[in-house]
Structures are given as structure tokens and as C-alpha cells.
């Protein structure tokens, strides 16, 4: 049974050089900066059974590879019973929460808590749920719904303002023009076709 407050962080693959250090394989669900600098020990499964083991040596290699030396292995022979076993740790750092932001701004959001929240602006009140955020450089957008038509909202601090996790509300300023470009797209056709005639006259 794994010990108590051990993560499995991945498998030893094969031994290296003559001094009897292991390379292991990092699981791919492990992030690397949740791994402790130098642990004092770890744990091997062998034989179906956890086996401490005190830690010489633990190098992060790229890609996804962990270098080490334990404790009373000091030759490929003695490696041999390791290999292919389990490799635990103590103590893994929690996953970091990273915050979504673009050109330097924290939004103080994940993407995946927009869907489905409610668009408010400051004049006109709830204007629409939001679907979904596109990450497209250099400028990202909000999309959000009104009657069953998209409309897009660029992620900049001039129209993008406060949100509220408790409420899923999400505090906007859409700029002039914006509703009307979307929901009435045919409305400024009339304004060019009478311009361009009376540029002729």
C-alpha cells in the first residue's frame, strides 16, 4: 500500500552509468515545479511492496526524465531489482492556480469559469451569457450571446471590467456601436449607398 502523503510521480526505466544511478520516467500528470529540490527519500515499488529508499541525488532531466542515486544502489547490478517499479514522493507542492491574463493583465479569472456566466454592462444591465473566451494573438475576445446571435467583445481593461466569481457576473462597458454592428448589420448599408450616391451627383 503506497505510504501516507506519497504521490506516484512515475516508473524507473533503466539504470545509468557505472555508479548506479536511475533514470525514471516522469509521469505526464505530474507537473515538474510541484516536485520537492532535494528529497531526502522516496519510495519504489517492489515486488508489489513500497520500499523507502534515502535520495543522493534527484536531477530533473528534459524530457520528462528524473536522474537518481539512491542510497546502497552503487552499481547497474544492484539497479536491476528497481527497475520498472514505481516511484513515489512525499510531500508534492500543491498545483500552482494560474489566472488567465493577456499582455501583462491579470483578469483574476480561469476561461473555464466564464461559460454560461452573464455579461453586464454598466448602462444597459445583463446583455447576454457568455460561451466561451477566444485566445486569438495578438487579441483575444469574448463571445457572448444575444437573442441566439454571437457577438465579440475584444479583452482590453477600457471594456472588460470587474468580475464576480459568488454571482458569475462579469462587469463590461460594450463600446458604441458594438450591439448594433452585430444584431443590425444591415443598418449602416442605407448610410453608404446614399453617401456613394451623392458622391456621383
Known amino acids: 500500500m503506497l505510504p501516507s502523503g506519497s504521490t506516484i510521480i512515475g516508473r524507473i526505466e533503466k539504470t545509468h552509468g557505472l555508479q548506479g544511478m536511475l533514470i525514471a520516467h516522469l509521469d505526464p500528470s505530474v507537473q515538474p515545479n510541484r516536485l520537492p529540490r532535494n528529497p531526502a527519500h522516496c519510495w519504489v515499488e517492489m515486488g508489489g511492496r513500497w520500499t523507502p529508499f534515502r535520495c543522493l541525488e534527484f536531477q530533473l532531466r528534459i524530457p520528462n526524465g528524473l536522474l537518481i542515486k539512491l542510497e546502497n544502489i552503487y552499481n547497474p547490478e544492484q539497479g536491476q531489482p528497481l527497475l520498472h517499479g514505481a ?115
Not at 493577456?102 to 454592462?121: H, S, V
Not at 444575444?146 to 463590461?172: I, R
Not at 458594438?178 to 449607398?193: G, H, I, K, M, R
Request: overall charge negative.
Open 87 to 201: 516511484l513515489a514522493l512525499e510531500n508534492l507542492q500543491e498545483t500552482p492556480q494560474v489566472g488567465y491574463s493577456t499582455n501583462g493583465i491579470d483578469w483574476g479569472f480561469e476561461p473555464e469559469a466564464l461559460r454560461e456566466a452573464t455579461l453586464m454592462d454598466s448602462v444597459l444591465g445583463p446583455v447576454g451569457k457568455i460561451v466561451r473566451l477566444h485566445h486569438r494573438p495578438p487579441q483575444d475576445f469574448l463571445e457572448f450571446i444575444v437573442g441566439t446571435q454571437s457577438v465579440y467583445l475584444p479583452m482590453v481593461p477600457e471594456f472588460v471590467k470587474n468580475w464576480h466569481a459568488a454571482t458569475k457576473q462579469l462587469d463590461c462597458h460594450l463600446p458604441d456601436g458594438l450591439l448594433d454592428l452585430y444584431l443590425n448589420p444591415q443598418s449602416a448599408a442605407p448610410e453608404v449607398q446614399h453617401q456613394e450616391n451623392h458622391d456621383k451627383d
